[in-house]
């Protein structure tokens, strides 16, 4: 089942803990003039953290350049009860992946990229 599409690019499935969403508070602390602290909340907004083994040199290039674009993502995300989300997101932390060798059946190496996570965070509040 596919958990994230970014600009009409599915990205693959992952398992475990490797893919997460959750909601965040918008706003600040104020300091009264008392001296207590008060957080001030405006909204929430999404946050998808996504991770993957390794990606085909093709799908490291769509990712980069799609996450490294500067613009805001169109994004659906996959739910809990299975359904889809969908908004604009940015990029909060972009993927730092590593260039690995894997042996095929043949035992002819081939380049995958390694170890790709990223975070999005949503541009409006729900």
Known sequence: MVQLII??????ETSGDKYSYWL?????????AGGNLVKEKRGQVYHIGYEYDYFNPTMMQVCLQQLRSGNELSVSFLMEDGTYTSGLFRCRKMPTPTFAFSKGFDD???GVWHG???ELEGVEAV
């Open 7 to 12: 600009n009409g690019t599915s990205y693959p």
């Open 24 to 32: 965040e508070d918008l706003g600040q602390t104020v300091r009264m």
């Open 108 to 110: 002819n190496a081939r």
């Open 116 to 118: 790709i996570n990223f």
